[in-house]
């Protein structure tokens, strides 16, 4: 037996974690309104931050965002995301 069997396997979960926060950071960087600050790695509450954007100017303003990663449907301004993994 190879010391590789031993080794754990990455949870389908995390793999879709990491899709659907890669899915989002990428409407948010289509969106002059919005900036994307960074992910909140495994907290069950919050996925990721992003900051409000007024006419060209950052504002500090935080939003904290869930991603769940089975299915999301979004709208902020002029952008829609929808999301939906299948199993």
Not at 45 to 64: F, K, M, S, W
């Amino acid at each position: 037996m190879s010391s590789f069997d031993d080794l754990p396997k990455r949870d389908r979960n995390h793999a879709l974690e990491d899709e659907t926060e890669a899915a989002f950071q990428a409407l948010i960087a289509q969106s002059s309104d919005f900036v994307f600050q960074g992910g909140d790695r495994r907290d069950y509450g919050t996925d990721c931050q992003i900051e409000v954007v007024a006419d060209g100017h950052p504002t500090n303003v935080r939003l904290y965002v869930h991603v769940p990663s089975l299915m999301i449907t979004l709208t902020l301004g002029d952008l829609h995301f929808s999301w939906q993994d299948r199993f």
